[in-house]
């Protein structure tokens, strides 16, 4: 999972691209990256760390431009060196530079096609640069000098044709402006922003809708499935829906624990949907276990506690913050190797013994992937006194691995693969687990929208809406699981 942002300006963009990327930091910590556009030359700054680690005032202040992009991410495919960092630049044509949230599921046949079809090198094990190439070659192939709107549109049209997976893109084309697009199932979101300056209209993309609100923008919509829109170097909006779109099909996980609950996407607040997972989740409890023992819930900090109110309300039992949150530890869901994650669990979370001690506790978390962190807070809460701690997740089980930019590479990473909950509530060692169902989840994050046509849910169902290639969740699991990254790191060491 990555955060992306692209800002049109009517004056210098780096301070606020700089902003818009500490905002989106929850999206990824391993690296940050910066380009800007300036007089026909690109300008780019990109390292591994956090926004604040790579980027200081002098970084900063040689980024001039009125038009930039810039990217926040966690490793998925690549980025295991600094030079697969984003945005990454192609020369010809023109001179591209894109940053990439998501994941494509057929990057390794694309390469080998780029190299012996389009005579393009990938040099990383990165989808983004195999993406970046596919968008420089449909654009070489349009005829004509300096490419029209409708050419670039062609073009990305061509990248929907052969790329497959779940994406959204930001891109510097050198004399022609700033590009956006989302792939075609509208998987990963973007969303378009607008504003007025006194030297006239101001434009942004980015991942999510709050770094709209904190810089100033006004919200014209999310991008479509499929949707391509261009700034151009006059400043004029163009937008073109794509003939490839399909069915719309967004991201169940980002409203679950990725995005930040003062986001809108695909006209949902996420603040709003954790509410009715809480509300659907207490239903459960009170349909399946109605003489519940629970004295007290506690949220798993912090992206529970929204779910957690209402649950708490609807059961009549006291809500309280029994576990307090290092905020200087990163999200250990998106930390690299399980060790690292285990690790941090404990510098990030202290209890508050008070609301343990010789209670029945129901604790909340917003999803049980690899059980690292379950398992310790559920430790925590018995040396802390509690009597009987329970566990419940707003999200169904997660058995099977995500192929479209989240990190869940590894069915054998994942708790709940091959178990019943039975199991999975024995290996973490909770008196009780109680699971959200995942047509219930699925209803709490519609709400009342019917627009959509259904969500990537693949990680909990096991249905991938794009479909995959025999083999394909193997080769994955050889690549990037937690085992596959230590050896590499091993051996670069």
Known sequence: MCGIVGIFGRSPVAARLYDA???????????????TLDDGRMRSARGIGLVRDVFGEQSVAGLTGDIGIGHVRYPTAGCDRPDETQPMYVNSPCGIALGHNGNLINSDRLSAELFAQDRRHINTESDSEVLLNCLAHELAIQPGGSPTPAQIFAAVDGVHRRCRGGYAAVALIAGVGLLGFRDPHGIRPAVLGRRESDDGEEYIIASESVVLDILGFELVSDLAPGEAVLV???????????????????CLFEYVYFARPDSMIDDLSV?????RMGEALAEKILREWPDHDIDVVIPVPDTSRTACLPLAHMLGVKYREGLMKNRYIGRTFIMPGQEERARSVRRKL????????????????????????????????REAGANKVYLASASPPVRYPNVYGIDMPAASELIAAGRSEEEVCAAIGADRLIYQDLEALEQAVRGKNQKLDGFDSSCFSG????????????????????AARMQRRGQSG
């Not at 151009?232 to 967004?250: F, I, N, V």
């Not at 209890?351 to 129901?362: A, H, S, Y």
């Open 21 to 35: 990327m500490t905002i989106l930091q929850h999206r990824g910590q391993d690296a940050a990256g910066m380009t």
């Open 232 to 250: 151009d170097m006059d400043g004029q909006l163009h937008r073109h829906a794509s003939p490839e779109a399909r069915s719309h099909t967004p």
């Open 271 to 275: 603040y709003k949907v954790r509410l």
């Open 350 to 381: 202290n209890t508050i013994p008070l609301e343990f001690r010789r209670k029945n506790v129901l604790l909340v978390d917003d999803s049980i992937v690899r059980g690292t962190t379950s398992r310790q807070i559920i430790q925590m809460a």
């Open 463 to 482: 249905k991938y809406v794009t479909g995959l290639e025999d083999g394909y969740l193997e080769a994955l699991e050889a690549r990037r699981s937690d």
